[in-house]
């Protein structure tokens, strides 16, 4: 049974980092590349990041670029987003999603039809 399981989300200040995890278990994280989505308060779920498998390539939604950054440790079996630099508009519930292949869709990374699995969320909120 696929299935993942996210931590590290918290408050913190504007301006503050956090580094957010996600647990898989029940597939073998070389072959599936991940995804980490957000849904603010009344918005629409909203894209993050994307990485494959071996992180050759990372996709990033140009809201984080130069603040997030997405890594794997597959001996971990555990992708990790971490925040720098977060305002309030980073304020949101905070997923990771899976699906088998090597790489994320270059033209369609940020949908969430394009992963099967989903984590429940952490929330994050970013406030003073």
């Known amino acids: 049974q696929v299935q993942l399981v996210e931590s590290g989300g918290g408050l913190v200040q504007p301006g503050g980092s956090l580094r957010l995890s996600c647990g898989f278990s029940g597939f073998t994280l070389d072959y599936y590349h991940i995804g980490w989505f957000r849904q603010a308060p009344g918005k629409e779920r909203e894209g993050v990041s994307c990485?494959?498998?071996?992180?050759?390539?990372?996709y990033y939604a140009e809201s984080v670029k130069g603040r997030f950054t997405i890594y794997r440790d597959n001996a971990k079996n555990t992708v990790y987003l971490q925040m720098n630099n977060l305002t309030p508009e980073d304020t949101a519930i905070y997923s990771c999603?899976?699906?088998?292949?090597?790489?994320?869709?270059?033209?369609?990374?940020?949908?969430?039809?394009?992963?099967?699995?989903w984590g429940q969320g952490t929330r994050v909120t970013v406030s003073s």
């Open positions: 990485i494959s498998s071996s992180e050759e390539s990372t």
């Open positions: 999603a899976s699906d088998p292949g090597y790489y994320c869709s270059a033209y369609g990374w940020w949908a969430s039809s394009e992963y099967n699995y």
